[in-house]
């Protein structure tokens, strides 16, 4: 109903309603990009995020321009198209650098934050130079804005740097540091969704690290912060799918009981 609204709008106004109009369309097809791909639902996800993206370049907002590029971002990432997703990155910073100048705090956390998505993209791509480009980048941005904050839903700020430090640690294989520095990552200032993510970056680096019960106990923590999140996300599914699978003999009652919650058994 919001979307089929969303598009009316962008189709009905002209002038400066007609962009106002389609940077709201955008947003719009962000949310359900999000909400798709942590439902699993990468390809409708992509398109979401794709029609998004051309709807902010109708609106000539270059903060909500930059938004949509860090959704394009997450799909081409979570379809494991990683060098592809790296160069985006790449352009898009091209693209927007010119607004770095007079940044408000709305343009420096959807550019910081596009380069923490990027960092991953890297990380995946076992490209450790980039990877760290983009959090040293990542890192300024967040020094300007100066404090944690939530501008553009974003979350961003030195917390979500330290976070994806954390996982992008994990994603290059370095799990010994992930699992020591996820812990010590302060999270309670930032949203719930973005908590709750860190918690199963780290339960995998523990996991990995063959430190499966305090894993657990991460998972249990963020499953009380966040249940629906936890009980739906791929990433909560594959990690206790994965303790499932490599128990011998039977799994602990702990284990199966969550395993039961989350429907992977």
Same mark, same amino acid.
């Given at each position: ?12 106004? $002209?002038g400066?309603?007609?962009?106002e109009?389609?940077?709201?369309l *955008?947003?719009?097809?962000?949310g ?21 993206? *051309? ?14 590029? =860090? ?11 990683? #060098? ?5 990155v ?8 010119p607004? =770095? ?6 343009f420096?956390s ?7 998505? $990027?960092?991953?993209a ?6 450790r ?7 040293? #980048? ?8 100066? *404090? +944690?904050g ?22 290059? $294989? ?29 339960a ?9 019960? +305090?894993a657990l ?20 599914? #594959? ?11 039977r799994p ?14």
């Open positions: 109903m919001v979307l089929s609204d969303a598009l009316l709008a962008a189709r009905a106004y $002209g400066e309603e007609r962009e109009a389609n940077a709201l *955008a947003l719009t097809y962000q359900a990009a999000m909400v798709l791909g942590k439902l699993g639902e990468s390809e409708l996800a992509w398109m979401a995020a794709d029609r998004g993206l *051309a709807a902010a370049q109708q609106s000539g907002n270059h903060v909500v321009i930059g938004s949509l590029f =860090r959704s394009v971002t997450h799909c081409l990432l979570s379809t494991g198209r990683f #060098e592809t997703a790296v160069q985006l790449s352009d898009a910073a091209g693209f927007l650098e607004g =770095r100048g007079e940044a408000t705090p709305a420096l959807v550019y910081g934050t596009l380069f923490l998505t $990027g960092s991953m890297a990380a995946r791509a076992e490209d130079a980039t990877t760290q480009a983009f959090l040293r #980048e990542a890192d300024a941005m967040a020094a300007r804005l100066g *404090a +944690d939530n501008h553009m839903w974003t979350a961003f700020g030195p917390t979500n740097v330290a976070i994806h430090k954390v996982a992008t640690a994990g994603e290059l $294989g370095d799990f010994q540091v992930a699992a020591e520095l996820g812990p010590q990552v302060d999270t309670s200032g930032l949203p719930v969704e973005r908590r709750v993510r860190h918690n199963l970056e780290v995998r680096a523990l996991t990995a690290w063959n430190r499966t019960d +305090d106990s991460v998972v249990l923590d963020a499953e009380e912060m966040a249940p629906e999140q936890v009980r739906h996300h791929y990433m909560s599914r #594959e990690i206790v799918l994965g303790w499932v699978r490599g128990t011998r003999g602990t009652r702990s284990v199966a009981d969550l395993a039961e919650r989350l429907r992977v058994i």
